[in-house]
């Protein structure tokens, strides 16, 4: 080997050294850096004849495919079931646990203990103040919820526009350093950090929503939805936000734009496609995915659950039974049935029809509406339900003989009474027919009572009419005022009653603890399918248990998944981290390579100097 070429391999060497302590300190200085992948030359060794000479050939990057797909579900999903534990567990404080002495559950426990004294002692004043203290406790605990539960929605609303922000500007500072990545004139280091930003910005978008990631030979890398929807190629797709205003109990999501209460979630590509990515259920993980499911299921499922406790309340102490009174009959072939008094009919008020026909048993529910409501059927109790305006007798036989004839036949009686009758036996009978009401005031002779009204002492009747009445009821649901300013009504059921009579108040009490309930509405099965049922204080324990156990599964997925991602993190620091003793060990090494390759030089300059001088 000649003295040139001992000089080429020595700086060589001296080069390849020196790049590569430039890469170590790089990797030292940047060893607490988030989302640093640590660095390493490669070197070649090149041999020309008898000689050979060591030569980099690139600096490279730690990085690794699947373990970033791995980190991008996991991120994805541990920021979807984060912000879902974090809600329901401010929702966990608002709520309390059972037997708390603020919880739901407990206030209703004293208002009826209150009641069983008063059926006691009517009379006492004292007494009587102690179920209206109780009851306004109850209702401002209602109230209470319902603006609690409100208040997320609307911040989840807030949120949901600040994460699509926040997200525009994360795909459009993405598409930047996809431009600048194929920039060929800039050096390695500058190519590799912008890399490193790629991958950072890539994490941040997967927080927001389920993001698959295509990483591209030249470095760039596109993004599609895990519903195959694209989000960045050449140019960023743009999402749009617009706000549903101030949310309430009756502003829910609808798929129909025009009944749409919430904020609506566009997506629209740079083709100028435009997709409603939550109508069509396109985002299953990331905090946006979270968020949503939070302001239009899992909150209005609490918030119906409220309603139907205040429902009951209202609906158990001021429903008024009539049984419907018998006619016709008295020999075999004679048409039998039941004729009830309709004239105060009240919208949401019903009449339960049971009778055989010739195809079955049959009990059905008639429900006063005035607008031409549609009701679901049958309905949760398993009755077959009919909307209708009771209060016009004739019109109202001429449906139901259309919808339920020609077995059974409905008349008008006049004077606002509704008859129905059998065909004599051949093929119908008429068990039953049973009115359900509501009083015309606090003294009309009933022993209901509407003790729990709507907003300005408004009866809770049920009404379907316009909006659903029960809708955002434990929002609205007071205490009468004409009773709060004279609790005799609490006892006196009619003028000249004495205070001394119990049967309102035992009559209060017993309704309360007996008349059962079915809620319409049922939880997704995924949640447990709990549908509440029985009395009052069935109803409050099965909501206050069902969340209770929405908040444990909360916080367990949570858990769970941000251990999945943890564990994936320990991966990602193990394979692209900086070990801060592994570098300076490689530096050590490097700058005796160094040394040695100077000391080569100097060596051969000594003896080229003495060939000169020959």
Do not use: C, W
Request: charged share 20%; aromatic share 4%; hydrophobic share 40%.
């Amino acid at each position: 080997m000649g003295l040139s070429s001992t000089l080429s391999n020595a700086l060589g060497g001296m080069n390849a050294s020196q790049r590569g302590i430039d890469t170590v300190s790089r990797n030292v200085a940047n060893a607490g850096t988030p989302g640093y992948h640590k660095q390493s030359l490669v070197i070649s060794e090149t041999t020309f004849g008898t000689s050979a000479q060591v030569r980099t050939l690139a600096l490279d990057r730690a990085f690794n495919q699947a373990l970033e797909k791995q980190h991008l579900v996991a991120v994805s999903n541990a920021s979807f079931y984060n912000v879902q534990a974090e809600y329901l567990d401010r929702l966990q404080m608002h709520l309390g646990k059972p037997g708390d002495d603020n919880s739901l559950d407990t206030l209703y426990a004293s208002f009826e203990n209150a009641l069983q004294s008063m059926a006691t002692n009517p009379n006492d004043l004292t007494t009587r103040a102690a179920v209206l203290n109780t009851a306004q406790a109850v209702v401002e605990q209602l109230n209470g919820l319902t603006d609690a539960v409100q208040e997320m929605r609307r911040e989840a609303e807030s949120q949901i526009s600040n994460s699509v922000s926040e997200l525009n500007r994360s795909l459009t500072a993405l598409a930047d350093v996809n431009v600048r990545i194929l920039d060929l004139s800039q050096d390695a280091t500058s190519r590799l950090a912008l890399m490193d930003e790629r991958d950072r910005l890539v994490a941040s978008i997967s927080e927001l929503i389920d993001v698959k990631a295509s990483y591209r030979n030249d470095g760039t890398v596109a993004l599609m939805t895990e519903s195959g929807i694209g989000v960045l190629d050449v140019e960023p797709s743009f999402f749009e936000f617009t706000s549903g205003g101030t949310l309430n109990a009756s502003k829910l999501y609808d798929s129909n734009p025009d009944e749409n209460g919430v904020g609506v979630l566009t997506l629209r590509t740079p083709s100028g496609l435009e997709i409603d990515p939550v109508a069509k259920d396109l985002l299953s993980s990331g905090r946006i995915a979270g968020l949503v499911e939070l302001r239009d299921d899992t909150l209005v499922t609490v918030q119906d659950q409220l309603d139907e406790i205040a429902a009951g309340l209202a609906q158990a102490l001021n429903t008024v039974t009539t049984d419907g009174t018998a006619v016709g009959g008295g020999g075999p072939g004679i048409p039998a049935g039941f004729e009830i008094d309709l004239s105060d009919v009240e919208p949401g008020n019903s009449v339960l029809v049971n009778y055989t026909d010739s195809t079955g048993t049959h009990t059905v529910r008639l429900v006063h509406s005035e607008d031409g409501t549609t009701l679901p059927s049958p309905n949760a109790a398993g009755e077959e339900v009919i909307a209708l305006d009771l209060s016009d007798q004739t019109a109202a036989a001429a449906e139901l003989n259309t919808a339920l004839g020609p077995d059974v036949t409905f008349s008008d009686q006049g004077g606002g009474v509704l008859r129905v009758m059998d065909d004599g036996g051949v093929t119908s009978t008429i068990a039953s027919m049973t009115g359900y009401g509501t009083p015309s005031d606090e003294q009309s002779g009933d022993l209901a009572l509407n003790l729990f009204t709507d907003a300005s002492d408004a009866a809770y009747t049920g009404s379907v009419d316009g909006t659903d009445q029960k809708v955002g009821f434990a929002g609205r649901i007071q205490i009468n005022s004409a009773i709060v300013a004279d609790s005799t009504l609490l006892v006196q059921y009619d003028a000249g009653i004495s205070l001394g009579d119990a049967d309102r108040p035992e009559f209060l009490l017993n309704a309360l603890k007996s008349m059962q309930f079915v809620s319409e509405k049922v939880t997704a099965l995924s949640d447990g399918g709990v549908r509440l049922t029985g009395p009052v204080s069935d109803m409050i324990s099965q909501m206050i248990n069902h969340q209770g156990n929405m908040v444990s599964k909360a916080q367990s997925l949570d858990s769970q998944n941000m251990a999945t991602l943890e564990s994936v993190v320990t991966k990602m620091n193990s394979e692209y981290g900086v070990n801060v003793d592994e570098e300076m060990a490689r530096l050590i090494e490097l700058q005796n390579a160094y040394s040695a390759s100077a000391r080569v030089v100097s060596t051969v300059q000594e003896l080229i100097d003495a060939l000169m001088r020959m």
